[in-house]
């Protein structure tokens, strides 16, 4: 299988050579990156508006960059900016989509807490409260294999019991998830020491599409966490799991997500010349922006379904 462009070489085909094939790609991974950032800060229903302001600040602002190395700090700034006006990162909740089938997320975890082993319960449980230092963390997390791999490992321990038992479509479950995704778990529970770093985690996420649909996908089940699904269901870890439930209702089909995802995507500091002059630029541009309108229109209908 051959190796998917980084937004980078896909914006200087677009802008450089007038391959408007590429800036519709660039548009598509943008807009998925956008969903994934906004549902995990904000969940579906608040994130609504940022997103869709944030496509269309793109769409008309996208013309304007000319260096390759400018690209995603500024369309990272856009979607941030939105965020924030709508007052950032939201404290958690229990709120149904059409990926659980409308079922409450809380309800789904609750489940869960039976069936895991205790301690990957506890660790999702102390991961993603607000109250538990990152000492406390620190020590539960090596206790169980390290510091933050033994929580990515119960994340992903969550999610096949999400898919396999609750039949929740999920669809990126590595059996053996990459280390090097680590930090995503305390990405997702609000831990990261800073404004900045959050923002350089958000801005690598770009660099892998499937990564965007990870993150997407599990945002509803993060915001259960924080807001406290996993408090008073640690079992004692000598008691043994309880034998899975079957799911209530037949799932539902699953949330519009990225499908693909590319290498990550080295730096280029080096200016992009100006896009060719005359009319294929501007069915260029054009080509874009009814992307991004379509994108934004899919974003509509999706949220639809889920209020």
């Given at each position: 299988m051959?190796?998917?462009?980084t937004v980078q070489q896909l914006f200087?085909?677009?802008?450089?050579?007038?391959?408007?094939?590429?800036?519709?790609?660039?548009?598509?991974?943008?807009?998925?990156?956008?969903?994934?950032?906004?549902?995990?800060r904000l969940g579906d229903k608040v994130?609504?508006?940022?997103?869709?302001?944030?496509?269309?600040?793109?769409?008309?602002?996208?013309?304007?960059?000319?260096?390759?190395?400018?690209?995603?700090?500024w369309a990272h700034s856009l979607v941030a900016a939105q965020m924030t006006a709508v007052g950032g990162r939201v404290a958690g909740g229990d709120f149904p989509n059409a990926l659980t089938g409308n079922r409450s997320p809380?309800?789904?975890?609750?489940?869960?807490?039976?069936?895991?082993?205790?301690?990957?319960?506890?660790?999702?449980?102390i991961t993603f409260d607000p109250t538990v230092d990152e000492d406390r963390l620190g020590d539960a997390a090596e206790a169980h294999g390290g510091m933050p791999?033994?929580?990515l490992e119960a994340r992903?321990?969550?999610?096949r019991f999400l898919r396999d038992t609750a039949q929740v479509r999920l669809a990126v479950v590595p059996d053996s998830p990459n280390l090097d995704l680590a930090p995503l778990p305390l990405y997702e529970a609000a831990r990261m020491r800073s404004e900045a770093e959050e923002a350089a985690f958000e801005k690598w996420l770009l660099s892998d599409i499937e990564l965007c649909k990870d993150v997407a996908e599990f945002a509803t089940f993060a915001h259960a966490l924080r807001a406290g699904a996993f408090k008073g269901q640690v079992r004692s870890s000598s008691a043994p799991a309880a034998a899975p439930s079957a799911p209530r209702t037949t799932p539902a089909a699953p949330?519009?997500?990225?499908?693909?995802?590319?290498?990550?995507p080295v730096a280029d500091a080096a200016d992009a010349p100006a896009a060719k002059k005359g009319g294929s630029g501007a069915l260029i541009a054009v080509g874009v922006v009814l992307l991004l309108v379509l994108a934004v229109i899919a974003a509509g209908l999706l949220f639809f379904f889920v209020g």
């Open positions: 051959s190796e998917q462009a200087k085909r677009w802008r450089n050579e007038g391959d408007g094939a590429a800036g519709q790609e660039m548009a598509q991974k943008f807009s998925d990156w956008y969903y994934a950032v906004t549902a995990a994130g609504r508006q940022p997103l869709e302001t944030a496509c269309q600040q793109f769409e008309a602002g996208i013309v304007q960059v000319k260096r390759t190395s400018d690209l995603v700090d809380t309800e789904l975890l609750h489940a869960a807490a039976k069936a895991l082993p205790a301690q990957q319960v506890e660790l999702l449980a791999h033994a929580i992903y321990a969550l999610k949330v519009s997500a990225p499908t693909a995802g590319p290498e990550a």
